[in-house]
T-cell receptor
Framework: GAGVSQSPSNKVTEKGKDVELRCDPI?????LYWYRQSLGQGLEFLIY????????KSGLPSDRFSAERTGGSVSTLTIQRTQQEDSAVYLC?????????????FGPGTRLTVT | QKEVEQNSGPLSVPEGAIASLNCTYS??????FFWYRQYSGKSPELIMF????GDKEDGRFTAQLNKASQYVSLLIRDSQPSDSATYLC??????????FGTGTRLTIIP
């Protein structure tokens, strides 16, 4: 079946501009995660959505970052007033939830470059 | 601070040999552990998970968990050049999200 999809695959933006990154999880997956991976670094957790519960925003690095998930499916990560340190690959993952919560399946990522 | 530690490598193993990847974690209460494979320029792919002490085998892969030593490992038998990748260890610390290590880069030498 279809996996997690993300768009755009690459985004180049000027410092100070806002960007929106989209994630479409696997159909039927109730949990959705956003991560950031900088060059040569591990995965940095950003935000987690589970069903209709309030999202866990504990990993968002600043108030310039926000995310929403509409209808329990598609999610959008928004970065306002982008900075050069925001350059990274932004990865989305989804899981079935419940006892499968931690078996996460990743999308291909969006490579963000802030110039 | 709950952490997952991995040797960043690179780890070089001859083709056909056993590759052994190791991971330690800081929280004795951790219950679930995961191994992801990440090819260069690609996203992580879940390859193994283990919840109980002991060994879990899946094809050429074996995950080993020792909760007393807070240690989890991944063995790859009959290593192939296609196994060359970065391997990420992750643990669940009870806060509904995984904590990832920084990964070990594995190179299989033909």
């Amino acid at each position: 079946g279809a996996g997690v999809s993300q768009s755009p695959s690459n985004k180049v933006t000027e410092k100070g501009k806002d960007v929106e990154l989209r994630c479409d999880p696997i159909s039927g997956h109730t949990a959705l995660y956003w991560y950031r991976q900088s060059l040569g670094q591990g995965l940095e957790f950003l935000i987690y959505f589970q069903g209709n519960s309030a999202p866990d925003k504990s990993g968002l690095p600043s108030d310039r970052f926000s995310a929403e998930r509409t209808g329990g499916s598609v999610s959008t990560l928004t970065i306002q007033r982008t900075q050069q340190e925001d350059s990274a690959v932004y990865l989305c993952a989804s899981s079935k939830g419940g006892s499968y919560l931690y078996e996460q399946y990743f999308g291909p990522g969006t490579r963000l470059t802030v110039t | 601070q709950k952490e997952v530690e991995q040797n960043s490598g690179p780890l070089s193993v001859p083709e056909g040999a056993i590759a052994s990847l190791n991971c330690t974690y800081s929280d004795r209460g951790s219950q679930s552990f995961f191994w992801y494979r990440q090819y260069s320029g690609k996203s992580p792919e879940l390859i193994m998970f283990i919840y109980s002490n002991g060994d879990k085998e899946d094809g050429r892969f074996t995950a080993q968990l020792n909760k007393a030593s807070q240690y989890v490992s991944l063995l790859i038998r009959d290593s192939q050049p296609s196994d060359s990748a970065t391997y990420l260890c992750a643990a669940f610390f009870g806060n509904e999200k995984l904590t990832f290590g920084t990964g070990t880069r594995l190179t299989i030498i033909p």
